[in-house]
């Protein structure tokens, strides 16, 4: 401190040179007191100290509020062992099995599925007025037990005992009953929209065009139901987030009528209508240049309970006693020139010792019968020429049966119903160019060029492939196998993932 002006002490001692050495190594050592002098508030060099100190605390609090609201995203993605429950109480006890806990991995790993709870118009109430669906006959029948039909009869010798409850008269066109109760039991269903990979559309199309594809049906009742549709699916919220491409339907009949060019033609024209565009659509026929027609297995008779359902048919078809070389079961279309049907009937019974016939001119074969499985066990080979369309049930009876199909147009499955059948064609049919026949090739002969062994070869690629081309009986389908409606959703799922890559989706 400076001395008070006037006091008598105010003059300065004067210090001796060890006396201000002594002082300097005092306050060299004296570290405190340093500290204390440069952090004085009456220091100006502390002020800057406390200023850049402040600056730092600052910045740092700004750098983290950034991180944390850049990582924040409209719908969080769960972690891997966080548990999905469905906030649904009306869900039922195979939904909830489904969801999957902390301690389990994820049995989904393509996703989740949403199915939308549809106006009654667009699926049950066709159901409940069966009577209507055909200017011909009733189809209440046709779609009861869910869509499998009436159960089977007279089938006691034929096939065992036990195996006779997984057999119906299941209709050709059920398949939008069979897949919708399929999936309100699926294991990957969610209730919760936000969550969901896929979204299928529970309208049943085949159903609601087949009542007008006869008669004096206008287009515009043919395309009603359709467009209804569309504009209700439309209007949902999560169509929105990727313009329907995360969207799919079964829809029961073949593409071809849905896809009616002009009014006066045949069909509705749901396909060709443009909110129709990015939908993937499951077709038991399909247009091989339509990226989103997919082409799934008719249903069959054959409904497995369980697994040992499966493997004890399989055993059975495989030891079955086959005594005739080949088969064809269908009618001749006499309004037709030059039927190929026609052709292969008299090939037929030219080798009646060979061949076994079962005559659908006279008596219903669509939905299957005793004397049409009972023609598929006992042969080697069954003839599978196209139908009214490019493809026909029978496919799938005769492949079910253990029988070697044998194919004359492309089309009637190698181009069709590639997610269900195995990729190299010779390894379980025949192909032999319908041109060839009309020429004279001998089919008989064809077929005896194949060995036993081939023979054996090739059926048991078929019998292998059963399980895909079947749909089970239970809600929630069989444990570890998977069948036709399994491999359908796994390959919609992937569909989805894969169209979600950059560059992948058609603008």
Request: glycine content about 6%; hydrophobic content about 35%.
């Amino acid at each position: 401190m400076l001395p008070i002006s006037g006091s008598p002490d105010s003059s300065k001692k004067l210090k001796s040179p060890e006396q201000k050495l002594i002082d300097r190594k005092s306050a060299a050592n004296s570290l405190p007191s340093v500290i204390q002098s440069y952090l004085s508030p009456y220091n100006p060099r502390s002020w800057l100290l406390y200023s850049i100190f402040f600056l730092q605390i600052v910045l740092l609090l700004m750098a983290r509020s950034l991180q944390q609201s850049h990582l924040r995203t409209p719908f969080p993605s769960p972690q891997p062992n966080t548990p999905m429950f469905v906030k649904s109480a009306s869900i039922s006890d195979s939904e909830r099995s489904a969801n999957f806990s902390s301690s389990e991995p994820d049995q989904c790993p393509s996703g989740r599925i949403f199915v939308y709870d549809m106006p009654q118009v667009f699926n049950r109430e066709l159901i409940e007025n069966c009577d209507e669906l055909s200017p011909w006959s009733s189809r209440c029948d046709a779609l009861t037990n869910e869509g499998l039909g009436k159960r089977a009869t007279g089938l006691s010798g034929i096939v065992p005992e036990n195996l006779i409850p997984a057999w119906y008269w299941t209709d050709q066109f059920a398949s939008e009953l069979i897949f919708h109760n399929r999936m309100l039991n699926y294991k990957c269903r969610t209730t919760e929209a936000e969550s969901a990979k896929g979204f299928y559309i529970p309208f049943y199309a085949g159903l609601a065009v087949g009542k007008h594809l006869w008669m004096n049906n206008t287009a515009k009742d043919r395309d009603r139901h359709c467009e209804m549709m569309l504009r209700w699916v439309q209007g949902q919220p999560f169509w929105n987030r990727s313009d329907g491409w995360d969207h799919f339907i079964m829809m029961g009949r073949i593409t071809w009528d849905f896809r009616r060019s002009k009014d006066e033609d045949w069909g509705s024209r749901c396909i060709y209508m443009p909110g129709m565009r990015n939908i993937t659509r499951l077709l038991i026929e399909r247009n091989p240049w339509d990226y989103f027609d997919v082409g799934v297995p008719y249903p069959t008779g054959f409904h497995p309970r369980s697994e040992s359902d499966i493997l004890q048919w399989q055993d059975y078809v495989r030891n079955r006693h086959r005594s005739t070389l080949f088969c064809f079961v269908g009618g001749k279309r006499s309004t037709i020139k030059n039927d190929f049907r026609g052709l292969l009937l008299s090939h037929c019974k030219n080798e009646s010792s060979s061949c076994q016939f079962v005559n659908c001119s006279s008596t219903r074969c669509s939905n299957g019968s005793s004397a049409i499985l009972k023609a598929f066990l006992d042969s080697d080979f069954c003839l599978q020429p196209r139908g009214d369309s490019f493809t026909r049930r029978s496919i799938f009876d005769c492949m079910i049966a253990g029988s070697i199909p044998v194919f004359f147009w492309h089309r009637t499955a190698y181009s069709q119903y590639e997610w269900f059948l195995p990729g190299d064609p010779r390894s379980y049919s025949v192909f032999i160019h319908r041109d060839e026949v009309k020429n004279g090739t001998s089919i008989k002969t064809v077929l005896e060029q194949y060995s036993k062994r081939e023979v054996r070869k090739m059926r048991e690629k078929v019998i292998d492939y059963i399980p895909k081309l079947v749909y089970a009986k239970p809600h929630q389908g069989l444990e570890t196998i998977k069948d036709a409606f399994d491999v359908a959703i796994d390959a919609v799922l992937r569909r989805i993932k894969e169209q979600e890559q950059p560059g992948y989706k058609w603008k």
